[in-house]
């Protein structure tokens, strides 16, 4: 700022003084002053004059003289090049991107040589504006003058198209450079490639899949055609989205990881770990949850022998928290509380605060714990009262009372709880720890109390997937009767007493514990709960009556929607209440009929594989100036020459919700056994119910028969 009012000065431009000057002069200035002040920044007063001054030079050139005036002999003198570079960055932090470029223009004309860097950062505040048509510009400018765009150039140009979520037009520009002999760099295609990911979640957007599928072909293709070894920023985005995806792909990241680290003697740093180990935690395999512990493990060991010389190494394997959540994933899938616990009390000695994520996976683990001890096959003994009793001098403690014991974070923390009860105790001693921790958060100096034992609990916030995590715990371990009570009681309800919104989730867990109930007893006690959790779900599922938030339904995943639908079913199919099962598949095809599954005609105007190519501008590649350089032939195509994806196995997620026979199984079952039995009245209700059911299943199939041969065609 120094520099501009030096400019001021030296150009006789009166500066305005501040409100505080008029103040303390007691003069004050008129509203129209004022105004203009504030409308016209200081640096536009300085490039009118310096603009003037130059066409008058340019004016005063000889007509003959054929040289354009940014080749002169030497700058004209008007400013230094320190003055018109602190020029340009006063605009460019103003935000005037067209005054910004303005300087450029005067800097070339008055002969003063422009640094690469201020082009570059010129770009870089279009690519920030999100500005593609003033990025084009520019580039096109670049390529008047017959030069080559420089490599920091063509990244911005990509990434001006990628920031704005036009990646057909990416895409299409990548291919061209590619074509023109400019291979972008790695990290052209790394920000593109994450880009695509990124739109790709949620994973049940229509388009998840095929944004995967073009990040996994422009990965494969950006190997074969410009940089055959990648990055270690690149490898872990990768591997990152192995973990991601909707099938988890555990091989294809362990090759990924063998290749990296062997192969191409890249080391990995802990965000590499942490990917692989999701990636196979979220496989659901035992062998594979096995080999993320392995890899936890292997990290660790790391970690501790590396010596702390500055170089760096040690920090760049320094365990985070989402080391021990990709370990929790695994142990949440094998009930493997023993090692939970110990991931939690590591965590504590590691002086780390836990989030409510990480507390989530905790709790899914004691809900998936299945404690060793069973109280219904504990064989009852009979007792010989004839016998005498043993003195205590032969039995030494004759105490048989079971203490239960209280968790302790401690690497090696007592006994694993033995019973359902003690699971139970032990999961509501660690929720009201993080209920304490809440309370040392609010403290003011003791958040930084590290000494505090609720200290590592401070950060945990309460959400909707923490009081699921939690409320899973007792649906697992608890009687139904009470676990709905903190479900929807009006006294008792988690979500009530902490303002908290519930989601599909919520909705889905309470069911699913209820169709697994058991005996005849437990079956119709398990439809009278459903019904009151199903009223709420109407409620939820279309937004009546809801005055706490609730989200709107096309947020709601289809899969998620007929799950629902399907789990309630069963549980009324179970209790022999076909007539209610009935009724329901009827109610859900008149929600969502057979028909809608078929694609419509706005969803048939985009491609499969390239969905943006309808919204997005095509590139008019004929219109840029074609560069005479030796183009590599064998390379160029306006797609990706090796695809890592087949078009029949990208999934279609823009799929209504449906029902399939699997889903309707156990109704049908009941109907057929129903038909055979009762009065001819009863047996033809039955049949006609049955047929009912039947048609509903083919109608389903059918359609998503006629829309995955659409699917095909397209492709």
Partial sequence: MAVINALQKRFGIPHPPSSEQASISGRSLPPAEVSETREKPSYLEILQILESDIVAVEGAQPSTSTKPPSSTAGPLGLATQQEWESLFHTTIDAGDRRNARRVIDLMKRSGVPVEQNLEDRLLFSFVFAKDVEGVNAYIEE???????????????????????????EAQKLIHHYESEGLIPSQSTYHNFIGALFAASKPSSSPH?????????????HMRYVAHPTPSLDTYNTMLRACADAISPSPQRALDLFHEMTVENRIRPTTATYNAVMLTCSRSGRKDYM?????????????YRHLPADGSGAKEQLQPDLETFKAMLEAAKRMGDLPRARWILAELVRLGERVDEELMGHVFHVYASFKPTFQRSAVPIAKQDVSKDIPNETDTGNTE???KTPSIELQPHAPVVPQSREEVLQEAQTLFRRILRGQEVAQMGDMWTDTSHPDWPFSSVKITTNLLNAYLSVHLSHATPEKSLALFMSQKESLYKMFHVTKNSQSFAIVLERLAVAKGRKGRQEAITLAEKVWSEWITFSTGRGNNAGIRPVNLLSPRRIESIWATMIRIVSRA???????????????????????????????????????VAKPLNTTSLPQLSLPARVSLVAPQPLVRLTVNSKIPDTGITPFLCFKDLEILHHRLVTQSETGSAHERRMKIEALRFVTWVCKAYEGHLKRRKDWAMKRR
């Fill in 142 to 168: 670049v390529r008047s003058r017959g030069k080559v765009p420089t490599e920091v150039q063509r990244h911005l140009h990509v990434e001006a198209l990628v920031v704005s979520r036009r990646f057909d």
């Fill in 576 to 614: 022999e209440g076909t007539d209610r099962a009935v009724q329901l598949v009827k109610e859900f095809v008149e929600r969502y009929p057979p028909r809608s599954v078929l694609p419509t005609p706005a969803s048939s105007t985009t491609s499969s594989t390239t969905p943006v190519a309808a």
């Fill in 290 to 302: 096995h080999e993320a512990y392995r890899l936890g493990k292997q990290l660790l060991d790391e």
């Fill in 208 to 220: 998840s899949p095929q944004y995967r599928a073009l990040a996994w072909d422009m990965f494969a």
């Fill in 400 to 402: 048989s009372e079971v």
